[in-house]
């Protein structure tokens, strides 16, 4: 029993020091173990089937065109999204706004879904394709929604998504020993390194 003690001090140590850290790594957490699950709804715009088996497999069919979704995305909480999915993917390519249309190639004849994704409040866009079925493209994507699983639709005047995003968990289990494999933990040294800045600058325009 005493021999057992000193492990279990250790692994309790391993796992609460980080909270010594200050609120920064709890808000940390909380987020990441928010991230787990992502839902997103928007108003219309689409006529949609989509289910993916992870971001390696995806069947789609429908299509939509600038939809504005808003939910619970860490990256922002506003996005927009246009798609095309089985037999319209051959002929056309989604554009986000007024985008040129990509170069069709021989090879879209075999293309069964493509999405293009803007991430507003980053200003970021993503580019996924597929051709039968399987992922050939992703641009701009992150490694870990790769894992994601996800079904979406949209009937005119509503859309729904919903993820699980296993690489999120790993995310939340990676960062209670101060691991950040997303890279999007917020840092509590950044203001205290504005504040000095602001310090700085003002003692240099007094002098």
């Not at 279990?8 to 957490?29: H, I, S």
Request: aromatic share 10%.
């Amino acid at each position: 029993m005493n021999a057992t003690v000193p492990a279990t001090l250790r692994v309790c140590v391993l796992f609460l020091a980080p909270c010594l850290c200050g609120c920064t790594y709890l808000q940390n957490r909380a987020l990441d173990f928010t991230d787990i699950l992502a839902v997103g709804g928007s108003t219309g715009g689409s006529i949609q089937v989509r289910a993916r088996a992870t971001r390696a497999l995806t069947l789609e069919v429908g299509a939509q065109k600038d939809e504005c979704y808003y939910g619970w995305r860490r990256r922002s909480g506003q996005w927009e999204e246009s798609s095309y999915g089985l037999f319209l993917a051959s002929v056309w390519s989604p554009r986000l706004g007024n985008e040129p249309f990509a170069k069709w190639s021989w090879l879209d004849v075999l293309k069964t879904s493509h999405t293009r994704t803007h991430y507003l409040s980053i200003d970021a866009k993503e580019d996924w394709r597929y051709h039968v079925f399987l992922l050939t493209h992703a641009e701009n994507a992150r490694w870990i929604d790769g894992f994601d699983v996800e079904v979406a639709f949209g009937a005119l005047f509503i859309g729904l998504q919903v993820a699980i995003r296993p690489g999120e968990l790993a995310d939340l289990l990676a960062g209670l020993v101060t691991l950040d494999p997303a890279g999007d933990d917020k840092s509590s040294a950044a203001p205290a390194e504005g504040a000095e800045g602001k310090a700085g600058a003002a003692g240099s325009t007094e002098r």
